[in-house]
């Protein structure tokens, strides 16, 4: 079965730059899309078709999408970006989250 | 901006259905897919199926097909039933929005809702 492996955790100075990846068998071959998960809130989508950004998301996250791996990449990290960080692909018609990194700053 | 509303009993015990609905306000449920989402505690999010608002659904092979969504356009709600529940199936469970260009992604959610299954 299709599987997305992401790092259980990532640490990050403030204002640093924070990478978080995702991989998966020719994941670039589909599209990929990221959330951010904070306690008692419901998740939130930060990117979507590999590397477009919904309004309102700031433009310190980006993301690339190729080959096996997308890669989220948060520049300047803040203390309010710590959270758990989920990809999510779509692979013969089932959608797929990957088991979530926890990003601390 | 469209918002989401999941509710339900809360408590489900083993072996009974568990039936929640999201309602949905600031928009229509016509003309778009929604999704129902589950994370357990402490654990990732495992998507449960997709519907369309004419009621065509997919879902994911991996509930063995205890899931049943529909929908109300009447009410602009949405509803879930999850039979034979085990303590597996204790999670909050999210509905979502879903777009869909080539693939599906989610936004925005509900808050969710805990269902805890227990005797």
């Known amino acids: 079965s299709f599987e997305l492996t992401q790092p259980p955790s990532v640490s990050v100075s403030p204002g640093q730059t924070a990478s978080i990846s995702c991989s998966g068998d020719n994941l670039g071959a589909t599209y990929a899309s990221w959330y951010q998960l904070k306690p008692g809130q419901p998740p939130v989508l930060i990117i979507y078709q590999d590397t477009k950004r919904p309004s309102g998301i700031p433009e310190r996250f980006s993301a690339s999408n190729s080959a096996n791996i997308a890669t989220l990449t948060i520049s300047g990290t803040q203390a309010m970006d710590e959270g758990d960080y989920f990809c999510q692909a779509w692979h013969n018609r089932i959608v797929v989250f990957g088991g979530g990194t926890k990003l601390t700053v | 901006q469209v918002q989401l509303q999941e509710s339900g009993p809360g408590v489900v015990k083993p072996s009974e259905t568990l039936s929640l609905t999201c309602t949905v306000s600031?928009?229509?449920?016509?003309?778009?897919?929604w999704s129902w989402i589950r994370q357990p505690a402490g654990k990732g999010l495992e998507w449960i199926g997709r519907?369309?608002?004419?009621?065509?659904?997919i879902y994911n092979p991996s509930l063995k097909r205890r899931a049943t969504m529909s929908v109300d356009t009447s009410k602009n709600e949405l509803s879930l039933e999850l039979t034979s529940v085990t303590a597996a199936d204790t999670a909050v469970y999210f509905c979502?929005?879903?777009?869909?260009?080539?693939?599906?992604?989610?936004?925005?959610w509900g808050p969710g809702t805990l269902v805890t299954v227990s005797s």
């Open positions: 600031g928009g229509s449920i016509s003309g778009h897919y």
């Open positions: 519907i369309y608002y004419t009621g065509n659904t």
């Open positions: 979502a929005l879903t777009l869909v260009v080539a693939a599906p992604w989610f936004d925005p």
